[in-house]
């Protein structure tokens, strides 16, 4: 699934985060010295934790997006087209761990010394 776009809001929510980081730790120092205000503290407190919140959110999202097997492997043939909208939980694809995958299948008696295991 696309998620270009939650990655790029991804990347301007971070830059807020640290952002508003500094502007907190800035805050803080003020507040120490008696020069800030217990309004600017709780201020950047807020917007940080609005900042972080939105990142954890597209974080969410982009996961949700990712497809994911439950072990090491590929993906096999796809059953769907490019852009079709699908209902939740419908099969994409069939996932396959060729490691150890066993085949079976006939050699002519002349081919058996050419095998290798």
Do not use: C, H, W
């Amino acid at each position: 699934l696309d998620d270009a776009v939650e990655r790029a809001d991804l990347l301007d929510v971070k830059a807020a985060v640290n952002l508003n980081e500094e502007n907190l730790k800035r805050a803080a120092e003020l507040r120490a010295k008696g020069s800030g205000t217990d309004v600017a503290y709780d201020q950047a407190q807020a917007l940080l934790a609005t900042a972080r919140s939105r990142m954890a959110r597209l974080e969410a999202v982009i996961d949700q997006k990712a497809l994911k097997a439950p072990f090491d492997g590929g993906a096999g043939i796809s059953r769907r087209d490019v852009g079709q909208y699908l209902q939740p939980g419908t099969e994409l694809a069939t996932f396959q761990d060729l490691s150890r995958m066993k085949v079976d299948f006939t050699v002519p008696e002349q081919m058996i010394s050419q095998l290798e295991l």
